[in-house]
């Protein structure tokens, strides 16, 4: 599926929405705390753990916006969550120690097997690096671990604003010197590509279905006209010719 919309010759970047559409976070999250938690002898059911934390991440970017919380990175936010839901968890045993390496986990989120060889064709010709909420030192963390080759990373803490703010957007744009519609997004989630596409940004959707685990029911398949509807990154490449 192609839009066709001016300037497509023109695309100069490729910026990326960065969990769920690069990173598998649910199953890197579930694999590592399972183990953590047997090599520590702590029972807990981890997998509802982190299906809860992930649950916090909107609601509490939400009270940044709101103004209910000053500016506060995510690395931040995963924290306070946390600590609140191994609490409700009633998980015991952890020491400070361990919350800091447990909130460090989003730093450790392993890629999607077709994210790296995509994005190492797709950085051949095209500026790439992440569009995310997440903040600087996380994603170059992640680059580092999986081998992404981002030319530029474009956190939420650059704009002091979460997506979908139009400051991050725009502000990418901005950074890079280019007109919204010589820059894509690439992202597994419609309601961003559509904020993107409000400001002139080219669009490519890629499906993670399996991104929330089995009882997944949105972002399955693509809901709007985006310029691309590709299986994968690397298929993204294929399609842009590279």
Same mark, same amino acid.
Request: proline share 5%; net charge negative; aromatic share 8%.
């Given at each position: 599926?192609?839009?066709?919309?001016?300037?497509?010759?023109?695309?100069?970047?490729?910026?990326?929405?960065?969990?769920?559409?690069? &990173?598998?976070?649910?199953?890197?999250?579930?694999?590592?705390?399972?183990?953590?938690?047997?090599?520590?002898?702590?029972?807990? *059911?981890?997998?509802?753990?982190? *299906? *809860?934390?992930?649950?916090?991440?909107?609601?509490?970017?939400?009270?940044?916006?709101?103004? +209910?919380?000053?500016?506060?990175?995510?690395?931040?936010?995963?924290?306070?969550?946390?600590?609140?839901?191994?609490?409700?968890?009633?998980?015991?045993?952890?020491?400070? !120690? @361990?919350?800091?390496?447990?909130?460090?986990?989003?730093?450790?989120?392993?890629?999607? #097997?077709?994210?790296? #060889?995509?994005? &190492?064709?797709?950085?051949?010709?095209?500026?790439?690096?992440?569009?995310?909420?997440?903040?600087?030192?996380?994603?170059? +963390?992640?680059?580092?671990?999986?081998?992404?080759?981002?030319?530029?990373?474009?956190?939420? *803490?650059?704009?002091?604003?979460?997506?979908?703010?139009?400051?991050?957007?725009?502000? !990418?744009?901005?950074?890079?010197?280019?007109? #919204?519609?010589?820059?894509?997004?690439?992202? !597994?989630?419609?309601? @961003?590509?559509?904020? !993107?596409?409000?400001?002139?940004?080219?669009?490519?959707? &890629? #499906?993670?279905?399996?991104?929330?685990?089995?009882?997944? &029911?949105?972002?399955?398949?693509?809901?709007?006209?985006?310029?691309?509807?590709?299986?994968?990154?690397?298929?993204?490449?294929?399609?842009?010719?590279?």
């Amino acid at each position: 599926m192609r839009r066709i919309v001016a300037g497509m010759s023109d695309l100069r970047a490729i910026v990326f929405d960065t969990f769920g559409t690069v &990173v598998d976070w649910r199953t890197s999250l579930i694999t590592e705390l399972t183990a953590f938690g047997a090599s520590r002898g702590i029972q807990a *059911d981890w997998a509802a753990l982190v *299906d *809860d934390w992930r649950g916090a991440y909107a609601p509490s970017m939400a009270r940044v916006r709101k103004g +209910d919380l000053p500016w506060t990175k995510l690395d931040d936010l995963h924290r306070g969550s946390l600590d609140q839901l191994v609490a409700q968890h009633g998980i015991v045993g952890l020491s400070e !120690a @361990d919350l800091v390496h447990i909130n460090l986990g989003w730093h450790r989120l392993h890629a999607w #097997p077709d994210s790296v #060889p995509g994005m &190492v064709r797709l950085h051949q010709r095209f500026i790439t690096g992440p569009l995310s909420n997440g903040n600087v030192s996380l994603l170059l +963390d992640l680059a580092r671990f999986n081998g992404l080759p981002w030319g530029m990373i474009f956190g939420s *803490d650059i704009y002091r604003h979460f997506k979908p703010d139009p400051e991050t957007y725009l502000g !990418a744009c901005a950074l890079l010197s280019l007109e #919204p519609d010589q820059v894509m997004l690439c992202a !597994a989630h419609n309601a @961003d590509l559509a904020a !993107a596409q409000s400001h002139g940004m080219q669009t490519a959707f &890629v #499906p993670r279905p399996t991104e929330y685990g089995p009882r997944q &029911v949105k972002d399955t398949k693509a809901t709007g006209n985006w310029d691309y509807v590709v299986t994968g990154i690397d298929d993204l490449a294929t399609k842009l010719g590279v």
